[in-house]
């Protein structure tokens, strides 16, 4: 059973920093595609960081530069790190997870995230 529990959000003051964690258990994160989606109340789901397998990283445009994405292969956890954070960031963050061989997926319950002055 492949189980994703995330952690680590709350509310923070623009400019501010948290980081996301996903604890993944049932399935390896380096055998995986791992991936940070966020959804804003009334807009749609939508992907803004994956790490594949091999490491590559991919950045929605928005979160580029901003956000880093990186995973510890031995605690078997997906981080989120979150800086200069702005309003338009408040979402729940929900992990993905795509093992290999990349048929089924798999959601965390999402945290909470609020940017607010």
């Known amino acids: 059973q492949v189980q994703l529990v995330e952690s680590g959000g709350g509310a923070v003051q623009p400019g501010g920093s948290l980081r996301l964690s996903c604890a993944v258990s049932?399935?390896?994160?380096?055998?995986?595609?791992m991936s940070w989606y966020r959804q804003a109340p009334g807009q749609k789901r939508e992907m803004i960081a994956q790490?594949?397998?091999?490491?590559?990283?991919y950045y929605e445009d928005a979160v580029k530069g901003r956000f880093t994405i990186s995973r510890d292969i031995a605690k078997n956890t997906v981080h989120l790190q979150m800086n200069s954070l702005k309003p338009e960031d408040t979402a729940i963050y929900y992990c993905?997870?795509?093992?290999?061989?990349?048929?089924?997926?798999?959601w965390g319950q999402g945290t909470q995230v609020t940017v607010s002055s």
């Open positions: 993905n997870a795509v093992p290999s061989p990349y048929v089924n997926s798999y």
């Open positions: 790490i594949g397998s091999s490491g590559y990283t």
């Open positions: 049932g399935s390896s994160v380096s055998e995986s595609a």
